[in-house]
């Protein structure tokens, strides 16, 4: 079956500390996205990638650092400059095209703590 | 800038009975995309259903469907016959074109719906 993965399901981080966030995805999407998700509130953008070796900051980029070596895969490091890391991080996926909708397809996301 | 309003921070529903969830939008563009994503207390943000700016129907996908009413700027999601799995939480966002050609969603602040039975 094809779909988005994301690890560990819950982390915990002490302060100071750089986590990895893992994100994959088999469906053969050009573009991935990472979302953080603050309770009761929508999400917002942290980073996105149309290509591999390309990636463009979001709108709450500062913190955060992620790369594209592969199609398939898009880790986001969590970095000690993130001053209130903690949060839900979603990862998406999506196929983009002048005719297509550009749905994004999401992960089941990591639940970040900061001790 | 785009922006995505959901007025209700909460709604109850009876099993078997339909739900309207409201969605209003800003934007300038002419041509846009309007999402609806479901997030049950598990997290994981599943996909509904789509509108886009120039389809002429009002969208459907099963006990789904998009009261679109583009003069109001307006993308209500309709649930029709509600089951207990209904209870979640209910995002509409917005597709914004940035430049270069890339896509990004903004979301709304979501409303909660709690199917009783």
């Known amino acids: 079956d094809g779909g988005i993965t994301q690890s560990p399901k819950y982390l915990f981080r002490k302060e100071g500390q750089n986590v990895t966030l893992s994100c994959e995805q088999n469906?053969?999407?050009?573009?991935m996205y990472w979302y953080r998700q603050d309770p009761g509130q929508g999400l917002r953008l942290i980073y996105y990638?149309?290509?591999?070796?390309?990636?463009q900051k979001g709108d709450i980029a500062e913190g955060y650092s992620v790369s594209r070596e592969k199609k398939e895969s898009f880790p986001l490091t969590v970095t000690s400059a993130q001053k209130n890391p903690t949060a839900f991080y979603l990862c998406?996926?999506?196929?983009?095209?002048?005719?297509?909708?550009?749905?994004?397809?999401f992960g089941p996301g990591t639940r970040l703590t900061v001790l | 800038a785009q922006k995505i309003t959901q007025t209700q921070p909460g709604m109850f529903v009876q099993e078997k009975e339909a739900v309207t969830l409201d969605c209003t939008y800003d934007?300038?563009?002419?041509?846009?995309?309007l999402f609806w994503y479901k997030q049950p207390s598990s997290g994981e943000m599943i996909f509904l259903i789509y509108?886009?700016?120039?389809?002429?129907q009002n969208a459907t996908e099963g006990r789904y469907s998009l009261n679109f009413q583009k003069a109001r700027k307006s993308a209500n999601l309709v649930i029709s016959a509600s089951q207990l799995g209904d209870s979640a939480m209910y995002f509409c966002?917005?597709?914004?074109?940035?430049?270069?050609?890339?896509?990004?969603?903004?979301f709304g602040a979501g409303t909660r719906l709690a199917v009783h039975p």
């Open positions: 966002a917005m597709r914004e074109l940035f430049s270069g050609g890339y896509n990004k969603l903004i």
């Open positions: 469906l053969n999407h050009d573009a």
């Open positions: 934007t300038s563009d002419q041509s846009y995309g």
């Open positions: 509108q886009g700016s120039y389809d002429e």
């Open positions: 998406a996926s999506s196929f983009p095209g002048l005719s297509t909708p550009d749905t994004q397809y």
């Open positions: 990638s149309q290509i591999v070796n390309d990636f």
